[in-house]
């Protein structure tokens, strides 16, 4: 009776019904508790906040996910401390080698309210959260390989102040991650372009090239110089993943300064070392030029003969890296194919 009497509350969603299911919080049966907290954060009324912060500390991991995901609904930065040593204190509820998914979704629904309300202060205890998912798994695998990237998702909310911690996730292996902090980047837009173009000169490939395509995501023309210069990049898959991004920007936003890229993409089709990816070379030249003729209303042929080409600039072997050497032409490509036989 009084699991339904509180639900029937919530449901109502009504100020007047806060008093009873705050009484409801003290109620001996978890579910009436937990049906509570969700009731409370339907209704939204800030005089729930110290009760709901009071239920972070239940001993039912039900309960105090659903206080979580109530403050995250109303908001109220005064709980952000709260929720900040809410999440420090669920270690202590999960078992250090196989913690249960109940205590995993606490952690989640804990971390998401920390975005919603959350600001710069919050950001310690996000990145601690991140680099504890190992320990926890607050980047877990759940429902077929979808992957939960609350921590990610929640830097992304607080917005600029999370921009230096977005930058260090771009270094992630997994690449839901780094994807992810690539989407929160380019949803925090123009405030991330400084950090974002400091970071296509970092010492990790795997950062040029996210850098890269989060800022061709973001697509605002003045970064248009220095992602052509990623074409010369020493690592190939730098290389190929901004001739991509390239293509996709030519397509959304075409701009005359990615003309650049012309006479470099000509060449990287014939370098040794990114043979792999000439189709997606290709792809890129012949939207990149098909887009900037459209501007000028100047035609410019799809396909340029390589002949026509000679006197361009070719990048160097110290530029394109030492995994391969630049071929020139359809006969330079035989005759150093006939040379390693």
Known sequence: MRLIAARNLGEIGDSSSVPALIQFLKDQDSSTRAVATEGLGKIGDLSAVPALVEALKDEDSRVRGSAAISLGKIGDASALPALIQALKD????????????????????????????????????????????????????????????????????????AIPALIQVLKDEDYHVYQGAINALCDIGTPAIPALTQALKSEDFGV???????????GDTSTFPALIQKLMDENSYVRWMTAKTLNQVAIKQPSLSLREAIPILRRL??????RKNWVDYQKALEQIEKATASLKNVPIAVTTPIASAQSLPVPSESTLGREGIVVQTRKGLLQHLLRRR
């Open 208 to 218: 040029r090239a996210n850098a890269a395509e989060a800022l061709g995501k973001i």
């Open 269 to 274: 089709r014939w370098n040794f070392a990114d």
């Open 90 to 161: 669920e270690n202590t509820f999960v078992d250090e080698y196989k913690p249960s998914l109940l205590q995993r979704r606490v952690r989640k629904n804990i971390i998401e309210a920390v975005g919603k309300v959350g600001d710069a202060s919050a950001l310690p205890a996000l990145i601690q959260a991140f680099d504890e998912r190992k320990d926890f798994t607050v980047v877990e695998i759940l429902n077929n390989e979808k992957r939960d990237l609350t921590v990610v998702e929640a830097l992304g909310k607080i917005g600029t102040p």
